[in-house]
């Protein structure tokens, strides 16, 4: 057998006169483990070069995860908002509001808005939802850039929810810049708080399809319609302990007063919100523009809409007739209630010409008298403006001669005891014939229903001017 080498006995080796711990030897290495030297040379150098390549990655993604969970300063998010604005321009809303530079603007202030609502939230996670709101709106420069036209564009406004308190802690935003808005959902998830949820990017999924959403994926102004704003309320949460809100969505069109609100209903399911109810309903804007906002009190919503008329119809700055719709949000189901007129006297006459004009009117109405003095009086030419269907009417050749517009509506209750109610009608001919027809209808409660007993028509049809005078 052959002796063991001297360089493998002590302690300490050199392999190669490689330095691998040890004293240097001037032995020759044994010629049957030359061999082995360059494999284990060149494993000692992958080694190494694991190890140092190693060690950047690591720097890397440890900086990615910092950046992702640790809060933004919000001092500079403060700063990149006020740059933001002094970007947009101060001209004319309508006109410079909708150019693609300016629209890509909003989007960041949008995005700007939502980082410092969680890096505020991350700093201050005992925040209430008013505090956070007041902050929000406290990023607005002081004073504010020169607004045109009077329209207060740069105006910010937000109002905020708590849904769920603790370490899971979760709030529903309502941001709105000027006439645009969002709602967004921040959670507390691994200590920090991260949006998980944007109306709008919920709305872009549906946009394809035109799903119930889509207004809110409109950036520039239109006639009607137009791009949303916002305003969250806190609901009952259902029977299982799911947290419930509701939003309140409102258009800002370019002109027009008849406009179409949307109020959403939206539970919390542990992970994002889900719609429980998506609702569109037709509002007057009255004196400076105001829509009506919906009323909240416990499980009860309530929206003041403007009634749909089969034959008449009021100007769209009347918000006649006034329909209530309500939304009863219970521990199980969400139900909606029928609609109830603010004047049912409105409908019943509106029923009444309808019957009239497309068929038998039912004895439970009116009767076959007033049936016949409708038709016997009534002048030709405002028969035949009853009579259109303003769905297949050329609104651009006839004007306002596709239907009959209320002039005006009065309603007087009278003999009560008996419970009957005069209504005074007055009814505009169209744009092109200054022309009106006043008529006093005699509604009497029989039972449960009403009924139309009288229907007085004076002769001949009198001009608006004279009526004037």
Not at 238 to 257: I, L, Q, Y
Request: with cysteine; hydrophobic share 40%; aromatic share 8%.
């Amino acid at each position: 057998m052959r002796a063991a080498s001297p360089l493998l006995e002590g302690p300490d080796l050199r392999l190669g006169g490689l330095p691998f711990g040890g004293v240097e030897s001037s032995q020759p290495l044994p010629h049957d483990l030359l061999p082995v030297t360059p494999r284990i040379r060149f494993r000692v150098r992958r080694a190494q070069l694991v190890a140092v390549l190693a060690v950047p990655m690591i720097l890397i993604a440890i900086g990615a995860i910092a950046a992702q969970t640790l809060p933004r300063s919000l001092d500079q998010l403060r700063a990149e908002y006020g740059t933001l604005i002094a970007k947009l321009p101060t001209g004319d809303e309508f006109q410079t509001w909708s150019d693609p530079d300016s629209q890509a603007t909003l989007r960041q202030v949008r995005k700007i808005l939502e980082d410092w609502t969680v890096s505020y939230l991350n700093l201050r996670p005992d925040a209430s939802a008013e505090t956070l709101a007041q902050d929000i709106v406290s990023l607005n420069p002081d004073p504010l850039p020169a607004l045109p036209l009077g329209f207060e564009h740069y105006t910010l406004r937000a109002n905020a929810l708590q849904l769920v308190a603790g370490q899971g802690a979760v709030y529903a935003v309502a941001v709105n810049f000027g006439r645009r808005g969002s709602v967004f959902v921040v959670e507390r998830r691994g200590g920090f708080f991260h949006r998980v949820w944007d109306i709008r990017e919920q709305a872009a999924k549906e946009a394809s399809h035109c799903g119930p959403l889509a207004y809110w994926t409109v950036e520039a102004f239109a006639y009607s319609g137009g791009c949303l704003t916002g305003v969250v309320y806190l609901l009952p949460k259902s029977a299982a302990g799911r947290p419930r809100f509701a939003v309140d969505a409102t258009p800002n069109p370019e002109a027009g007063n008849e406009q179409t609100k949307q109020v959403s209903i939206w539970e919390w399911d542990g992970h994002r919100p889900r719609a429980l109810l998506i609702r569109d309903y037709e509002v007057s804007f009255q004196g400076e523009g105001e829509a009506p906002p919906i009323s909240v009190e416990g499980p009860w919503i309530e929206m003041q809409t403007k009634g749909v008329s089969q034959v008449l119809s009021m100007t769209a700055d009347d918000a006649r007739p006034v329909v209530r719709r309500r939304i009863l949000v219970g521990p199980t189901t969400v139900r909606e209630l029928a609609p109830e007129f603010d004047e049912p006297e409105c409908k019943v006459v509106d029923d009444v010409l309808w019957c009239m004009l497309h068929g038998h009117c039912p004895s439970s109405l009116t009767s076959k008298t007033v049936v016949r003095t409708l038709r016997r009086n009534l002048e030709p030419e405002l028969l035949r403006v009853l009579q259109r269907n303003p769905a297949a009417c050329d609104t651009e050749k006839e004007g306002w001669r596709c239907g009959a517009m209320v002039a005006s509506w009065n309603v007087y209750a009278s003999r009560q005891s008996a419970k009957v109610t005069e209504v005074a009608v007055t009814l505009d001919l169209g744009a092109f014939k200054e022309e009106a027809s006043s008529w006093r209808v005699t509604i009497e409660q029989r039972g449960r229903r009403p009924f139309v007993s009288r229907v007085e028509i004076p002769r001949p049809t009198f001009s608006r001017t004279n009526e004037a005078r």
